[in-house]
């Protein structure tokens, strides 16, 4: 199990509000929410739970409506555009459903890119080797499987060593087989590198390989637990 070296997001009262029209929609509802440095922590719930909104919110895509978010001493929510960009290019690297990986480049090229503006990124080789694709180096994103292309979207994730990675969905597009090897890595990047690991999903079976699991519902956290063992991704099905 991860070791806790004390508070990395601390989020109080976080509520965001959309306009859809003449309508309010409210996607979270004054949610208040730690992560642990070090831990590994899935976000469970349904679509619609607030949980995308939540995650973009922690990583500086999105602002909330009310509420504070804070990152270790530093208080997100009064940071401008220039601000977050800095905090998310220091400090998070996100993991999505979809790859967003360049085309035209390799899994080297697609890695390196991230490095280039990195202040002490992993070597690509290395970011590559990590998530098992040294012998894929050379290979563009349409020689790659959908599992290979998340893995080089985790390695280039990683590549900067982020203090947190958030992972919307990470294996929402993937197979049994595909989704557990994606799992593998992700677990590997926490237990070896120590990153702080958030992964949302609507799959319940998931939770088990988590140090905490964080139940959201109608953008409401409904419930906080803490596995007393953490599953192996080998012993997870769904």
């Not at 509520?15 to 440095?37: C, N, P």
């Not at 509420?67 to 940071?79: C, S």
């Not at 999505?96 to 390799?106: A, E, G, H, K, R």
Request: net charge negative.
């Amino acid at each position: 199990m991860a070791t806790s070296v004390g508070v990395v997001f601390q989020a109080t009262g976080l509520s965001k509000r959309y306009r859809m029209g003449e309508i309010d929609v409210w996607a979270l509802r004054g949610v208040d929410l730690e992560l642990q440095g070090g831990e590994f922590v899935v976000l469970l719930g349904p679509s619609g739970s607030g949980k995308s909104t939540l995650l973009n919110i922690l990583g500086g895509l999105d602002v909330p409506t009310s509420g504070t978010v804070r990152f270790l001493d530093h208080d997100l929510t009064v940071d401008d555009d220039a601000e977050l960009t800095r905090f998310r290019r220091e400090h998070v690297g996100f993991v999505f459903q979809f790859y967003n990986l360049i085309p035209s480049l390799t899994a080297l090229e697609n890695v390196a890119l991230v490095t280039e503006i990195a202040e002490r990124p992993l070597d690509p080789v290395e970011a590559l080797r990590l998530v098992g694709l040294e012998a894929r180096l050379h290979h563009f994103p349409a020689q790659l499987s959908g599992g290979e292309q998340q893995r080089v979207a985790i390695a280039r994730a990683v590549a900067k060593r982020p203090d947190v990675l958030l992972c919307d969905e990470p294996t929402g597009a993937l197979d049994y087989e595909t989704g557990l090897m994606v799992l593998q890595v992700l677990e590997k990047v926490n237990r070896e590198l120590g990153t702080t690991v958030a992964v949302i999903t609507h799959n319940a079976a998931i939770a088990g390989m988590a140090d905490r699991v964080i139940r959201l519902r109608s953008g409401q956290v409904v419930d906080v637990t803490r596995n007393a063992r953490r599953l192996a991704p080998t012993e997870l099905s769904w």
